[in-house]
């Protein structure tokens, strides 16, 4: 059976997957409506301060970027969310809200967003909002007092560094140096040692500006277009469901429509070997010389 064929078979059905395609596109709208609307509701959170803190160094941001997945994956933990439901006043276990509560951290990121599934646009930002807010606490309280004296020491050693490091510049500047200046080139690069390594452990450790704070970027706000059901997902699936079908249903047809003595002749062509062909075409002119 060539190509050929199979597109006449096709062609003659045309009418049958057409109204299959229509159908199916029908159905599709109408299964897609029926299904309950899904919103979601996003909340950011901000992991560190290397945007507060230029010179916050690697080891830092590698802390933050760490700590990020930490915290994502204490937001879909069991205390969590079971304060999120107390708060809400939900309805619902906390494995049924993790099912509808997930988390995003990008790759190499300090970024944490918040994500949350409802029926309500409303519930799903405040989920998502009560979520942040109980993962945020986790992270170390944040001392204003303690935070103001950390931003005055940095700024005194940035300043000192700052001295430190131009003071160098000058001193290599001098092409004949004395003994004198070379002694005072040496303790400029041990200071600034010192007060580099200096800021960076006042950075680590002290409240407020540690790789280990959590800031909230962005709350959730009610969403107009919800995420699911996926329309045309569903529309086309079944629409391709209905044209399959009406194309099988295309070839049955045909089959059935064939005489018996056609359908005899196709079958018993199909079965004969290769090899058996020659006999069957050269065997009448055997007999007619016979004959003659």
Do not use: C
């Amino acid at each position: 059976m060539n190509l050929r064929h199979h597109v006449s078979v096709i062609w003659s059905a045309a009418w049958l997957v057409v109204l299959a395609f229509v159908v199916g596109i029908g159905l599709g709208y109408f299964v897609s409506v029926q299904l309950p609307r899904v919103y979601e509701g996003r909340a950011t959170l901000y992991v560190g301060q290397s945007l507060n803190d230029a010179n916050l160094g690697y080891n830092g941001i590698l802390a933050s970027q760490f700590l990020a997945q930490t915290y994502a994956e204490l937001a879909t933990t069991r205390p969590v969310l079971t304060a999120v439901i107390e708060e809400l006043g939900l309805n619902v276990t906390p494995e049924t809200l993790a099912n509808n509560v997930q988390t995003q951290v990008p790759p190499s990121g300090t970024l944490l967003s918040v994500l949350a599934h409802d029926t309500s646009p409303d519930r799903a930002a405040a989920i998502a909002n009560s979520v942040a807010h109980h993962v945020q606490a986790l992270a170390p309280a944040q001392d204003p007092k303690a935070a103001s004296a950390a931003q005055a020491r940095l700024a005194e050693l940035d300043a000192a560094i700052a001295d430190t490091e131009k003071r160098i510049v000058n001193l290599l500047g001098v092409s004949n140096r004395t003994a004198a200046q070379d002694g005072d080139l040496g303790d400029s690069e041990q200071r600034l040692a010192s007060l580099t390594s200096a800021r960076s452990a006042l950075v680590q450790t002290l409240p407020g500006l540690s790789p280990n704070t959590l800031t909230l970027v962005e709350t959730a706000a009610p969403s107009d277009n919800p995420v699911a059901p996926p329309r045309a997902l569903i529309t086309a699936a079944i629409a391709a469901m209905l044209v399959a079908l009406a194309v099988a249903f295309a070839y049955v047809r045909h089959a059935w429509r064939r005489s018996p003595r056609e359908a005899s002749v196709a079958e018993a062509d199909d079965a004969i070997a290769p090899n058996e062909l020659p006999t069957r075409f050269t065997a009448p002119d055997r007999v007619s010389r016979s004959e003659q």
